[in-house]
């Protein structure tokens, strides 16, 4: 089975510009998660979605911006884009079953840099 | 608030010396758990272990053992015979009854040859 798919997994852009980073979930999983690995740093919680509708959202600007389309794959979205947005974008998912978190499974990431 | 502190920056050891990566956690939740992942150079994070808040069992797999104290608030991992393979950084994580998870700032380990 494929694990979490992340695309694409390096990106240069310039500084004001927007990016769209995409995740594909494991087979199954409907619970998606972003997070932020800015270089020396542990990641930083950024948006969880789950069943196409946002359950959590981390201390980020709202430049960032995500959404979960039907067949759970997931967009995160930044516009305005900083220096300080370059970092490692994590996506993780989960399988959520009665209410409960099994635990997340994560991707290798998009390594966005910002210059 | 939560927190999860990872005092060491980074370790190095000479392969098969034993090794222990500490991990201390805040939160005023009963209910919680808590997580090591270790990252490669690839950047993917690969789950190692989770524990729950109510099971403070110490847990041994293969090279790998966790050691889990409420009364510290710790949850610290040794890599016994460390291999230069185990070369990564290692993240401790914490996630309460909300979903997102809470990571340190991990412990880069360099096994020498």
């Known amino acids: 089975d494929a694990g979490v798919t992340q695309s694409p997994t390096h990106l240069i852009k310039t500084r004001g510009q927007q990016v769209t980073l995409r995740c594909s979930p494991i087979?199954?999983?409907?619970?998606v998660s972003w997070y932020q690995q800015v270089l020396g740093q542990g990641p930083q919680f950024i948006f969880q979605?789950?069943?196409?509708?946002?359950?959590g959202r981390g201390n980020f600007p709202d430049r960032f911006s995500a959404r979960q389309f039907p067949n759970y794959s997931s967009e995160l979205n930044v516009n305005a884009l900083l220096l300080g947005d370059s970092a490692l974008y994590l996506c993780?998912?989960?399988?959520?079953?009665?209410?409960?978190?099994?635990?997340?499974?994560f991707g290798s990431g998009t390594r966005l840099t910002v210059v | 608030a939560q927190k999860v502190t990872q005092a060491q920056t980074e370790i190095s050891v000479v392969e098969k010396e034993d090794v222990t990566l500490d991990c201390v956690y805040e939160?005023?939740?009963?209910?919680?758990?808590l997580f090591w992942y270790k990252q490669p150079p690839s950047g993917e994070l690969v789950f190692l272990i989770r524990?729950?808040?109510?099971?403070?069992q110490n847990e041994i797999s293969g090279r790998y053992s966790w050691n889990f104290q409420k009364s510290t608030s710790s949850f610290n991992f040794t890599i016994t015979a460390s291999q230069v393979v185990d070369s990564a950084v290692y993240f401790c994580?914490?996630?309460?009854?909300?979903?997102?998870?809470?990571f340190g700032t991990g412990t880069r380990l360099k096994v020498l040859a």
């Open positions: 939160t005023r939740d009963t209910t919680y758990y």
């Open positions: 994580a914490l996630r309460s009854l909300r979903l997102e998870y809470i």
């Open positions: 979605y789950y069943e196409k509708e946002e359950r």
């Open positions: 524990r729950n808040s109510f099971d403070e």
């Open positions: 087979s199954g999983h409907k619970s």
């Open positions: 993780a998912s989960s399988r959520v079953r009665d209410g409960t978190n099994y635990g997340y499974t």
